[in-house]
């Protein structure tokens, strides 16, 4: 399979809008249309529950995971593998279906690394759990943690690319929290728990 395929396959997985479809799956008719208007799962978790918000987180994750682990079965190249990695997160932020308009990728993001540098993935997870228990800023902890990751991928020693993939899904998913930023910066981004 060429890059191209590798890229397409990617994106193709990372495209399917779970966030979307669980939270119409509960009532929701448009996700994007509620609360941040993200569609993802702490968007769907404000809008149609905590039950259905951990679907969506579960099912976004397993996107990226999935991918990593069909890539593989396709091709022994590291390379083509986070290639397709990369596209998985960029379908998640720009999926076809939903005119280009996602989620911000940090449960597709965290999916990739469950196979590619568990570790790494287990040492950005404490970064934010750690965050949002001091903080309970959602965004600022899914921002640090997103951080965080390649940083532990180099520590613990992970291939060059793994942790370049790591660092090129942090960027991604730091600019689409560019909103965030601003409000944070403001003092008006809503807790944890805050209704919007």
Request: hydrophobic content about 55%; aromatic content about 8%.
């Amino acid at each position: 399979m060429s890059a191209l395929g590798f890229a397409a396959l990617g994106y193709i997985l990372g495209s399917i809008p779970f966030s979307f479809l669980v939270a119409r799956l509960f009532g929701v008719k448009d996700v994007r249309t509620v609360g941040s208007g993200n569609v993802g799962a702490t968007n769907v978790m404000r809008s149609a529950g905590k039950g259905p918000g951990v679907v969506a987180l579960i099912l976004d994750g397993s996107k990226g995971a999935l991918t990593v682990v069909l890539a593989r079965m396709i091709s022994p190249s590291e390379v083509e593998v986070c290639l397709a990695g990369i596209f998985a997160v960029i379908g998640h932020l720009f999926p076809v279906w939903l005119g280009f308009r996602g989620g911000k990728g940090v449960a597709t993001g965290a999916g990739l690394f469950i196979p590619l540098a568990p570790q790494a993935l287990g040492a950005a997870v404490l970064v934010f759990l750690i965050m949002l228990a001091g903080f309970r800023y959602v965004s600022l902890a899914s921002i640090l943690a997103s951080l965080s990751l390649p940083v532990a991928a180099y520590l613990l020693g992970a291939d060059s690319v793994v942790w370049l993939t790591a660092l090129v899904a942090a960027f991604m998913v730091v600019a689409k929290h560019h909103q965030n930023l601003g409000r944070l910066a403001r003092g008006t981004e809503p807790k944890l728990g805050t209704p919007r």
